[in-house]
């Protein structure tokens, strides 16, 4: 399959899942480079719909292609995708220059370049010095830092944020909102943050996905979405 | 990403799905193996010698009926007594001791079974303590420990403790507000028997009553010791004595079947009917309840707790006291002694290897099976193998692997080998059980992380779940290794000379009636057995997760 020219990121064409009792389909297309907020009620499949561009869970049907290569068959670690999730992202036991450099080479091989690189990702979260602590002896906001600086060293073109800053206070919540958003252009990622605060946007002309029962029910910029809601189940999500 | 990466890539998914089954299904694989060639070398043996209908052989009905026998009432008695003991720990939360009676109630658990039953004829046997005592007092006759009671009396030391424990954890299930009911409407003892604790003790009681059912069926060295002569046999005695001394291996298949049939019964119904079990033995402190302070309810509290633990301790001081006064040089310069108490040893660590091994494989394929594909039914199938092995003979294992291998070689001289499968077989489900909450607990929280992070199983297992699990698998090989470490079973069939084990020897001087040299070398059996778990705990389990 010769490289696909245009500059879409993400498709999902009929894409198809069944949790429990429902059945989801999705089909949706994302511009390289382009910062996509996902919204929807919980258990709505907004989670399952980063599962299954990350490659967590398989398509019953429909294919996924990133960055122009289709993804069936493609394990997880194969795909230029990074997942950030609510929490579990790093190992308890190992130290936080440790769990970046897992994001090097997975059985922790670095030569003295590669600990340079880690340390640069940490120094520009704002975490320089912290490289032998555990992360229990940070905090949340720290923790999803780190987290962040081994999705730099990773490199992948797509960051998939799957509620990562739901747990934090709503101060901290918007300065890693920020932090991200400016992270993005910098480094030319493709970005879908799951979130349920619309609050912690800062930037209101960005595009949102809002999602209901297993669907893209809703597709906009979100001060369109928020000002003349399409759909009766936007409405009340929304509070309308 | 080129073409040819992915191709790679796709390559190495496929591979993924191989090598998620691989494990347990090789398990799986072996354990059918093992027992379809034992089955069949019983089955190619038997068949050598025809024409006689064994299903009309009257020993055959009497043992089953024995077995049932003893069995039901090992179960009954050890529940029933257990009830009081249990509701009295249950009233009583916080007297001095208390934590020390629960530890106590614990030993008959991990207490090497020769070595208890060795304690029953320390206390019960014909110049025990108990006769001794009657004879002092002017009483002539005296009390046979041997029988269907000695049996009875071993198996409720070896199982009220146990179904104490389990009761205990059914007590702490009853929800707070039951007990402000109670001290609201000023119920009585009677009362809150009957309207709080007995709806909790007919649910549990039943699936304890079931469990030690079952271990009292196939129980082995306590019938074999204590039982007394030939109508007194559990199937696996029976099993035993059929391959030892008749060598008739019809009537060995026709017992080893019969004992399949109803294990897997009683099984099915315990898993189908009973509620589960609690296991996590969480012993929290009861709500204050009304009926406490009654001076009544003190003194019926103080008899079964001191009833509860006298049970416990008696056998328990009996062999202390023995070990004590035993000829404690003579036995440890025995030779065959210290060579004995060496191959116990290998036989142990490589048993229990073996099983901590075969239950990490097991359960990471049931793992990969829930969390990676989400079929939570075949990772539950998968777990539930393990426990199959508690309804297949172990001396129906071995006798079928003696047998085979009675056309290659001397089965006498690969006797420990034997064992060594044999045991590592048995231990299997007490490593699954111990291992499956945590291996289940890491596999949630990080098997994502890992797959994104693309982790080889090498380094999956050197980075994540070797130092987020090695306490869970230091208990495990340490329990597993204890086990086969003091078992007393399949050895029986192969403990010549040469082939002896620690417990091998201990059975045969209770069997000689030289009871003090019994009790050192059952004291070297217990100090060995902690040293081992101990090291073990140590050495694999290390002090912390860092």
Not at chain 1, 27 to 43: H, N, R, T, W, Y
Not at chain 2, 14 to 27: D, F, H, N
Not at chain 2, 429 to 451: E, G, H, K, T, W
Request: positive net charge; aromatic residues 8%.
């Amino acid at each position: 399959m010769p490289r696909d020219r245009t500059t879409t990121a993400i498709r999902v064409d009929g894409v198809t899942f069944r949790y429990e009792e429902m059945t989801m389909r999705f089909d949706l297309k994302i511009a390289e480079g382009d910062f996509v907020m996902v919204l929807g009620p919980s258990g709505a499949g907004k989670s399952t719909l980063l599962s299954l561009i990350a490659g967590f869970d398989r398509p019953l049907d429909g294919t996924i292609t990133l960055m122009g290569q289709e993804m069936t068959g493609v394990a997880p670690a194969d795909r230029p995708v990074t997942t950030l999730f609510q929490e579990g992202n790093l190992f308890p036991h190992l130290t936080v220059a440790q769990n970046v450099g897992l994001g090097i080479h997975p059985g922790l091989k670095l030569n003295k370049n590669q600990h340079a690189q880690v340390s640069q990702a940490l120094d520009q979260m704002g975490l320089a010095g912290l490289e032998t602590r555990l992360p229990r002896a940070l905090s949340g906001g720290e923790r999803q830092r780190v987290a962040l600086a081994r999705s730099l060293v990773r490199n992948r073109p797509i960051l998939l944020l799957d509620e990562p800053f739901a747990a934090l206070d709503p101060g901290r919540r918007r300065e890693m909102t920020d932090l991200v958003s400016d992270l993005a252009p910098e480094r030319g990622l493709t970005v879908m943050m799951v979130s349920h605060q619309l609050e912690e946007v800062r930037d209101r002309s960005m595009r949102a996905l809002f999602i209901h029962d297993g669907q893209v029910v809703a597709d906009g910029a979100i001060n369109d979405l928020v000002s003349s809601p399409t759909s009766s189940e936007l409405r009340s999500y929304l509070g309308h | 990403m080129a073409n040819s990466d992915v191709a790679l890539a796709t390559a190495r998914s496929k591979s993924g799905a191989i090598g998620g089954l691989l494990p347990g299904g090789l398990v799986i694989g072996l354990l059918a193996g093992l027992v379809a060639v034992s089955v069949v070398g019983l089955l190619l043996a038997a068949s050598e010698r025809t024409g006689r209908s064994i299903w009309t052989d009257p020993y055959l009905w009497a043992v089953l009926r024995f077995t049932i026998l003893q069995a039901s009432l090992s179960a009954l008695i050890s529940v029933a007594l257990a009830i009081p003991v249990a509701r009295a720990l249950a009233r009583r939360p916080d007297f001095f001791g208390r934590s020390l009676l629960v530890r106590i109630l614990g030993v008959p658990m991990v207490l090497p079974t020769i070595v208890g039953v060795l304690g029953m004829v320390i206390l019960l046997g014909r110049n025990g303590w108990l006769n001794q005592g009657l004879e002092g007092l002017g009483f002539s006759g005296q009390i046979n420990v041997y029988g269907l009671s000695g049996i009875l009396i071993a198996h409720v030391f070896f199982n009220m403790p146990f179904a104490t424990r389990l009761l205990l954890s059914g007590w702490t299930t009853i929800p707070s507000e039951h007990w402000r009911l109670a001290s609201q409407f000023g119920f009585n003892s009677g009362q809150i028997f009957r309207l709080i604790e007995w709806p909790m003790i007919r649910e549990v009681a039943p699936g304890i009553a079931g469990v030690i059912f079952l271990l009292c069926f196939t129980s082995f060295a306590i019938v074999l010791t204590l039982g007394g002569g030939p109508p007194n046999a559990t199937l696996e005695v029976a099993i035993y004595q059929a391959l030892r001394f008749d060598f008739d291996l019809q009537r060995l298949l026709a017992l080893a079947l019969l004992q399949v049939v109803i294990c897997a019964g009683v099984m099915a119904m315990l898993t189908f009917w009973a509620r589960p079990v609690a296991t996590d033995m969480a012993l929290h402190a009861i709500h204050d309840r009304p009926d406490r302070v009654r001076v009544l309810a003190r003194a019926v509290d103080g008899f079964w707790l001191a009833l509860g633990a006298l049970i416990v301790l008696a056998p328990l001081a009996a062999l202390g006291s023995r070990f004590v006064t035993g000829p404690i040089f003579k036995v440890l310069s025995e030779e065959a002694v210290w060579a004995a108490a060496v191959r116990s040893l290998a036989v142990g660590l490589t048993a229990g290897c073996i099983s901590v091994v075969l239950g990490w494989g097991l359960l990471s394929t049931a793992r990969w099976l829930a969390v990676r594909r989400g079929k939570l039914w075949a990772a539950r199938a998968l777990e539930t193998t393990a426990s199959l092995s508690l309804v297949t003979p172990p001396l129906m294992l071995g006798a079928g692997l003696f047998l085979v291998l009675r056309t290659f070689t001397d089965p006498f001289a690969l006797g420990l080998i034997i064992v060594v499968v044999v045991n590592a077989m048995m231990g299997l489900p007490f490593a699954v059980r111990i291992l499956n909450p945590p291996m289940a607990q890491v596999a949630r929280r990080y098997d994502r992380l890992v797959q994104g992070l693309g982790m080889n199983p090498i380094d999956r297992f050197r980075l994540v779940d070797w130092p987020l699990l090695r306490r869970p698998l230091a208990l495990a090989l340490g329990l597993t290794v204890a086990l086969s470490f003091g078992d007393f079973g399949v050895i029986a069939l192969f403990g010549t000379g040469q082939t002896e084990t620690l417990p091998m020897v201990l059975y045969q001087r209770i069997g000689t009636y030289r009871i003090g040299e019994a009790a050192v070398v059952g004291g070297l059996l217990i100090g060995l057995c902690i040293t081992v778990f101990a090291i073990i705990d140590r050495g694999v389990g290390g002090r912390a997760t860092r």
